[in-house]
């Protein structure tokens, strides 16, 4: 993208607020995305560089042109123009708003390791570890694949070595009964949680419209069976055949862990104000 565009741009999603326009824009969301990991960098480090919370939410909105696939972004040029602070502060923002995207996110840090000079280094390897490192192992074969001639090997490896270690602690802590409820309580818990359910829904169904609609039940899993009245007031029954639909998205670990605290580093990153 073309820097008067890019700035043009930038201003009409400031101007807008939270109001995100690239969702009416699929177009130019479509140009930015289908282009060279280059172009979106640039982008995404402009964005972020600005600090306008605004621009975080249009970012998140250019990922979701691409929903499921691993997203490749190559910042090294961007990163290379900023200071230190200010490279910690777009990593932060990054992570803030593409937490949700790890691979992207890793990309971007990425680009953030080639451009450092050693003293920024732990900082924004902890700012990694902390956040996504703990929270996706599917970044693992990601960080594992970074060449030995890049200038971000060295700390790859170190993230690696730190979610090494968090994961060993965490099978230590397989035998505390407080985090391993019994098979039997699980039951329990989940019956009296069908139960609870089922009776809210049966309360909920007598005063609301879906009394009018038929009600259908599942056999085996494989089918579903559906009562309705033919024009004579007579109950006929239909059998309709299932099909299964499977969708697989890692759910990061860290928001079953600590979903309270997930939400406040979110939230603090997203809201940090630019020095």
Do not use: C
């Not at 992207?104 to 451009?115: C, E, M, P, T, Y």
């Not at 965490?170 to 039951?187: C, D, H, I, K, M």
Request: proline share 4%; net charge negative; hydrophobic share 40%.
């Amino acid at each position: 993208m073309r820097e008067e565009a890019l700035e043009w741009l930038t201003k009409f999603i400031k101007q807008r607020g939270e109001r995100n326009p690239l969702r009416m824009f699929g177009a130019i969301r479509h140009r930015i995305m289908s282009g060279s990991a280059t172009e979106l960098g640039a982008v995404l480090v402009y964005w972020f560089e600005d600090g306008a919370f605004s621009l975080g939410m249009a970012a998140i909105d250019l990922m979701t042109e691409r929903a499921g696939d691993k997203v490749e972004i190559n910042a090294d040029a961007p990163f290379a123009s900023l200071n230190a602070t200010e490279r910690l502060f777009v990593v932060r923002k990054a992570i803030g708003f593409l937490f949700w995207y790890p691979h992207a996110a890793v990309s971007l840090v990425l680009s953030a390791f080639r451009a450092a000079d050693e003293p920024e280094l732990p900082e924004l390897e902890r700012q990694l570890f902390e956040s996504i490192g703990v929270s996706y192992g599917s970044i693992v074969q990601q960080l594992q694949e970074v060449p030995e001639n890049d200038d971000a090997y060295m700390s790859a490896g170190r993230v690696l070595e730190k979610m090494d270690d968090y994961v060993d602690g965490l099978r230590g802590t397989e035998g505390v009964n407080a985090l391993t409820p019994s098979a039997l309580r699980r039951q329990i818990q989940n019956e009296k949680w069908h139960d609870m359910m089922s009776e809210k829904m049966g309360e909920t169904r007598k005063d609301s419209l879906l009394q009018m609609f038929p009600s259908s039940v599942i056999l085996y899993g494989d089918s579903a069976l559906s009562y309705f009245e033919d024009g004579e007031g007579e109950t006929q029954s239909a059998t309709i055949p299932m099909h299964a639909i499977e969708h697989q998205q890692e759910a990061p670990r860290l928001g079953q862990l600590d979903a309270a605290g997930l939400e406040h580093m979110l939230v603090g990153m997203r809201w940090e104000a630019k020095q």
